[in-house]
Every structure is written in C-alpha cells, then in structure tokens.
T-cell receptor, first 116, second 115 residues
Framework: AQTVTQSQPEMSVQEAETVTLSCTYD???????LFWYKQPPSRQMILVIR??????QNATENRFSVNFQKAAKSFSLKISDSQLGDTAMYFC?????????????FGKGTHLIIQP | DSGVTQTPKHLITATGQRVTLRCSPR?????VYWYQQSLDQGLQFLIQ???????AKGNILERFSAQQFPDLHSELNLSSLELGDSALYFC??????????????FGEGSRLTVL
C-alpha cells in the first residue's frame, strides 16, 4: 500500500510571496501519478497540477509548479505570486498507473492561508 | 463546475438509520469513485465502479454498499449509522477505469451528520 505524508499542517504567507508545500510518499510502484488538489472553503476538490512519474520534467501550471524528486520520493508544490484566492487546504495524492485497490491515496493536507 | 453532481448536499440523520447518497458522473465518464473525508481519517478511498461493475474496493465498511446503474449514476448506501460516520462523502468520475492520465473530477460532496 502507498502512503502520502504532508508534514506541514498549516502555513501562512503574505500575498504575493512564494510558498512551497511539502509532500513525501512511499511506494514500491514504478509507474504512477502524483497530484496536488486544492480544497477551498466551498469544499470542492480542484486539481491543481499533475505529474507522471516517468516524466523527469517538473510539471507547471501558470503560478503553480512542482519539484518532483523520484529517487527521494518527494513531490513539493511551489505557488508563486500567491493570491488571496489561493487560501485553501492542499492535498498531495498518489495513484498507481492503472488504478487499483487503493484508488487515489491522499495526504492529510496542508492548510494554506494567504494574508493580505 | 466539474460536471459531477452529488445529492443531497447536506443530510442530518440519527444513529441506526440508513441513508442513500447519489452521484451523477460527468457526461461520458464510465468510472465512479467514492471517498470519505473526516477530520480524523482524512480522505479515504471507499470503492470504485466502472461501467456498472465494481472495480476496486478500499476502506469501505460492511455496513456500506454501493452500486452503479445502467445510466452510470451511482449510489452509496450507508446503514446502521454511527456517530463516527459523520463525514463529507465525495464522488469522483473519470473516463477510463484508471482515470485519463490519472485525473479524477470531484463533485461538491455530501455532508452527512449523524446525531
């Protein structure tokens, strides 16, 4: 079974700053996907960014980028020029390629607060 | 809007009761997943259906059951409810059995409160 660990229960930064959220995972699989999901107060789970394990290039989506270190099993999310609307719970998640009995395995989440 | 519809959005019931949560996946999606989000357990995968058939089972209690109907909507049945079943229940859908590139689309969730 896979495990996903997010060691920062809560983080707070000023608007326009850059913030990095940490995530580590443990798996014996070689082919998998990693994700960051955002859950704002509306509670909708929104996909922020996705990384395929076989791709060495780090994924980027506008202000969001990841630092994927496969050997270290680390997958951090960097948010540049943070905005008030980025305030939310952020979940790191793992899925084995092909799905399987574990579906998406989530970390416990990091509550990110962007201060004005 | 993800295109995944869940009803009801909120539900309050008593211990020992039975409830049914409903999920309509995005148009064209064949796969439906159910997740439970609680404060102590976080987000837990419950079960997955693909085109009407159970495909994967996670941490789903025996008191819980699910099915996917021919029109691809899914229902999660929770019976003999306990206080600890109070949680947010998410449905997610994807086109393929394992998700297109792993991507799942989540509904807004059904908030269940057991008193």
């Amino acid at each position: 079974a896979q495990t996903v660990t997010q060691s920062q229960p809560e983080m707070s930064v000023q608007e326009a700053e850059t913030v990095t959220l940490s995530c580590t995972y443990d798996t014996s699989e070689n082919n998998y996907y990693l994700f960051w999901y955002k859950q704002p107060p509306s509670r909708q789970m929104i996909l922020v960014i996705r990384q395929e394990a076989y791709k060495q290039q780090n994924a980027t989506e506008n202000r969001f980028s990841v630092n994927f270190q496969k050997a270290a099993k680390s997958f951090s999310l960097k948010i540049s020029d943070s905005q008030l609307g980025d305030t939310a719970m952020y979940f790191c998640a793992f899925m084995k390629r092909g799905g399987g009995a574990d579906g998406l395995t989530f970390g416990k989440g990091t509550h990110l607060i962007i201060q004005p | 809007d993800s295109g995944v519809t869940q009803t009801p959005k909120h539900l309050i019931t008593a211990t020992g009761q039975r409830v049914t949560l409903r999920c309509s996946p995005r148009s064209g999606d064949l796969s439906v997943y159910w997740y439970q989000q609680s404060l102590d357990q976080g987000l837990q995968f419950l079960i997955q259906y693909y085109n009407g058939e159970e495909r994967a089972k996670g941490n789903i209690l025996e008191r819980f059951s699910a099915q996917q109907f021919p029109d691809l909507h899914s229902e999660l049945n929770l019976s003999s409810l306990e206080l600890g079943d109070s949680a947010l229940y998410f449905c997610a859908s994807s086109v393929e059995a394992s998700g297109r590139n792993g991507e799942l689309f989540f509904g807004e969730g059904s908030r269940l409160t057991v008193l």
